[in-house]
Nanobody, 116 residues
Framework: QVQLVESGGGLVQAGASLRLSCAAS????????MGWYRQAPGKQRELVGS???????NYADSVKGRFTISRDNAKNTVSLQMNSLKPEDTAVYYC??????????WGQGTQITVSS
């Protein structure tokens, strides 16, 4: 089992920056891929970006150049640095960890609200 706890959400104005963090505990040795998803009201949950244990990243087109994912394997954390935030970035952001292609875990989510 893996437990994930996100922190760092809040209300910001458009153009601001915010950093989310996700701390993993439990069977952390089994975590391969980690990532961030988000879900806006009335929309499906979507991938924001992901990072492998080796540090390779992948981003949604909508956040490329503005968001950066980083990972500290020693501290078992993954972070999401969000710059130049837009109102359309408003959503609940979830941390996700994969231990295999069929086993994954979610955090409880943290709200990001970007006002115009």
């Amino acid at each position: 089992q893996v437990q994930l706890v996100e922190s760092g959400g809040g209300l910001v104005q458009a153009g601001a920056s915010l950093r989310l963090s996700c701390a993993a505990s439990g069977s952390i040795f089994s975590i391969n891929l980690m990532g961030w998803y988000r879900q806006a009201p009335g929309k499906q949950r979507e991938l924001v970006g992901s990072i492998t244990r080796g540090g390779s990243t992948n981003y949604a087109d909508s956040v490329k150049g503005r968001f950066t994912i980083s990972r500290d394997n020693a501290k078992n954390t993954v972070s999401l640095q969000m710059n130049s935030l837009k109102p359309e970035d408003t959503a609940v952001y979830y941390c996700k960890a994969w231990t295999s292609s069929t086993q994954n875990y979610w955090g409880q989510g943290t709200q990001i609200t970007v006002s115009s």
